[in-house]
């Protein structure tokens, strides 16, 4: 299956996803968004768990969505830690703490992108598109 949204044809079956995310609301969200893509998505709930699966994958993921404010490991910090070992993975921080010291701190630390809750759909998806390479994306034209 394909989603076509506005100027975007995507399909993301081939692959994955790593949602970092406390709130059950805001995974919920993302993955509604998301779930016509086709993207595998993990979802993972602080930043200890998250550094344990990273540790323990190959490779974990086309593309992180990472949220700050999260227990046992802040955002920053497990950020920080993927992107010593796997630098080519896109992070892309999501948070509703929106200071311009925090986003400061977000890029310093390697994150990809910074985006703020809440996201729109457009947004989210056009974020991912441009971080990750995917076989029969295009955009989308009309006839």
Same mark, same amino acid.
């Given at each position: *299956?394909?989603?076509?949204? !506005?100027?975007?044809?995507?399909?993301?079956?081939?692959?994955?996803? $790593?949602? +970092?995310?406390?709130?059950?609301?805001?995974? %919920?969200?993302? @993955?509604?968004?998301? =779930?016509?893509?086709?993207? %595998?998505? *993990?979802? $993972?709930? /602080?930043?200890?768990?998250?550094? /344990?699966?990273? %540790?323990?994958?190959?490779? #974990?993921?086309? +593309? &992180?969505? *990472?949220?700050?404010? $999260?227990?046992?490991?802040?955002?920053?910090?497990? *950020? !920080?830690?993927?992107?010593?070992?796997? #630098?080519?993975? #896109?992070?892309? &921080?999501?948070?509703?703490?929106?200071? =311009?010291?925090? !986003? @400061?701190?977000?890029?310093? /630390?390697?994150?990809?992108?910074?985006?703020?809750?809440? +996201?729109? #759909?457009?947004?989210?998806?056009?974020? &991912?598109?441009?971080?990750?390479?995917?076989?029969?994306? !295009?955009?989308? %034209?009309?006839?």
């Amino acid at each position: *299956m394909s989603l076509i949204y !506005r100027d975007l044809l995507v399909d993301w079956k081939d692959k994955k996803l $790593i949602i +970092v995310e406390d709130d059950e609301a805001g995974y %919920q969200y993302f @993955e509604s968004l998301l =779930r016509k893509t086709g993207i %595998q998505i *993990m979802w $993972i709930k /602080n930043g200890l768990d998250f550094i /344990n699966y990273i %540790q323990s994958h190959d490779k #974990p993921a086309d +593309v &992180i969505l *990472m949220d700050i404010l $999260i227990p046992l490991k802040n955002g920053i910090d497990a *950020m !920080r830690f993927v992107k010593k070992e796997y #630098p080519g993975i #896109p992070v892309i &921080i999501v948070t509703a703490y929106a200071s =311009r010291e925090i !986003r @400061e701190k977000s890029f310093l /630390n390697g994150c990809d992108a910074y985006l703020t809750k809440p +996201v729109l #759909p457009h947004t989210l998806l056009k974020t &991912i598109h441009d971080f990750i390479e995917v076989k029969g994306v !295009r955009k989308y %034209q009309e006839t």
